[in-house]
């Protein structure tokens, strides 16, 4: 699976990540579950992974970090398309029939 990292931090080595199949986040735990544990994946970040879900919960195993600073601002993007006032309904025109 590909993702976009929305949160990370190395001291406690830990991480979010947005998922390509627009379901659940994942969760990066550990520097065991990198490739390579030198790097640890930053926000914006363009990872592959593999997901084990576990008590409704997924997380991420086997991540790779693809490209660096791919979508740095993705996640106040996301925070305010969530925090945007929905667009009025359209009108949908009636139909007729033809013939």
Request: charged content about 15%; glycine content about 6%; proline content about 7%.
């Amino acid at each position: 699976m590909l993702g976009v990292v929305v949160w990370s931090d190395a001291v406690t080595a830990g991480a979010v990540i947005w998922c390509d199949d627009h379901a659940q986040l994942a969760y990066l735990r550990g520097r065991e579950n990198c490739q390579y544990a030198l790097t640890w994946p930053q926000v914006g970040d363009l990872v592959q992974f593999s997901v084990c879900q576990n008590t409704g919960t997924r997380f991420a195993r086997a991540v790779r970090v693809l490209a660096e600073a791919v979508l740095p601002q993705l996640p106040k993007d996301l925070v305010a398309a969530a925090s945007a006032p929905l667009p009025p309904a359209r009108a949908v025109p009636h139909l007729r029939r033809v013939g």
